[in-house]
T-cell receptor
Framework: AQSVTQLGSHVSVSEGALVLLRCNYS??????LFWYVQYPNQGLQLLLK??????LVKGINGFEAEFKKSETSFHLTKPSAHMSDAAEYFC???????????FGKGTTLSVSS | DAGVIQSPRHEVTEMGQEVTLRCKPI?????LFWYRQTMMRGLELLIY????????DSGMPEDRFSAKMPNASFSTLKIQPSEPRDSAVYFC???????????FGPGTRLLVL
């Protein structure tokens, strides 16, 4: 069965530092992979997604993620954190039937000045 | 585009009362999802519809929960009777396809006393 594991429920970085949020997935079929962001008191919004093709995917707000099949990973990175990046981030994988998404537990990113 | 619309945004009710949450998906989207988010359990998929038909309701916690989608532009999630443990934020999301990008509404924050 498909599943998603987000390593680290809470990540803290300084402004200007590298952001790395980890996501590992389990899938018995070629996965579709997503990263969503949730700002306080708001719904989730898409950061980026991987379906097929290029394994390095660029998203909004300077974020990118690389699909590594051999490592079953889809880690999210940003070279330089900004205070406005503080939010909760969710990794998601398509289910086996390709009919819905399975979300991870989320990682809260804190950015300090 | 108006985005996914949910109402009410906040609901406070007493245990035993009926609660109805409403969702209007983005026009042209044929998949609709209901999620529940709590601190303890994270983001849980309750049920999703494709072309107004419920596809998978295995995430619905118990018979007290029911969801309908009478047409392509409206869905309801009903809890009857409500219990304090139902307190959560309930999100509706829609997409053009089951594993396409999901667009989330702002959520309904439910508090059952």
């Amino acid at each position: 069965a498909q599943s998603v594991t987000q390593l680290g429920s809470h990540v803290s970085v300084s402004e200007g530092a590298l952001v790395l949020l980890r996501c590992n997935y389990s899938s018995s079929v070629p996965p579709y992979l997503f990263w969503y962001v949730q700002y306080p008191n708001q719904g989730l919004q898409l950061l980026l997604k991987y379906t097929t093709g290029a394994t390095l995917v660029k998203g909004i707000n300077g974020f990118e993620a690389e699909f590594k099949k051999s490592e079953t990973s889809f880690h999210l990175t940003k070279p330089s954190a900004h205070m406005s990046d503080a939010a909760e981030y969710f990794c998601a994988v398509s289910n086996q039937a390709g009919t819905a998404l399975i979300f991870g537990k989320g990682t809260t990113l804190s950015v300090s000045s | 585009d108006a985005g996914v619309i949910q109402s009410p945004r906040h609901e406070v009710t007493e245990m035993g009362q009926e609660v109805t949450l409403r969702c209007k998906p983005i026009s042209g989207h044929n998949s609709l999802f209901w999620y529940r988010q709590t601190m303890m359990r994270g983001l849980e998929l309750l049920i999703y519809f494709n072309n107004n038909v419920p596809i998978d309701d295995s995430g619905m916690p118990e018979d007290r929960f029911s969801a309908k989608m009478p047409n392509a532009s409206f869905s309801t999630l009903k809890i009857q009777p409500s219990e304090p443990r139902d307190s959560a934020v309930y999100f509706c999301a829609s997409s053009r396809g089951a594993v396409e990008t999901q667009y989330f509404g702002p959520g309904t924050r439910l508090l059952v006393l």
